[in-house]
């Protein structure tokens, strides 16, 4: 017989298995409604893979974006946070900007 307190861990890792995905799929819905993307590789990217991509600062780029140096078709604002599309931001590398 098995002690309440292993049946509740159980439980637990039942429950973690099971509402992983949903809550993953429900965020990435959300997310995706919220900034009115469309599916496939125009999806944004983080401001943190942005950082690593340009190799500049997370307060650079936000300071850059405040002063308009970003064009708007290169990154979305949704909140206090920045969301980047990937070609376009290589398209305005490639121009010789950053």
Known sequence: METPALESIQLV????????????????DARKEALNCPDGPENPIYIDEV???????????????SQGKIPKDVCVKHGRKLYFYRSALLEWIKAGNQ
């Open 51 to 65: 950082s690593d991509l340009i190799h500049k600062s997370r307060s650079t780029i936000y300071i850059w974006h």
């Open 13 to 28: 890792d039942v429950l973690k298995s099971v509402l992983a995905p949903i809550v993953k799929q429900a965020y990435e």
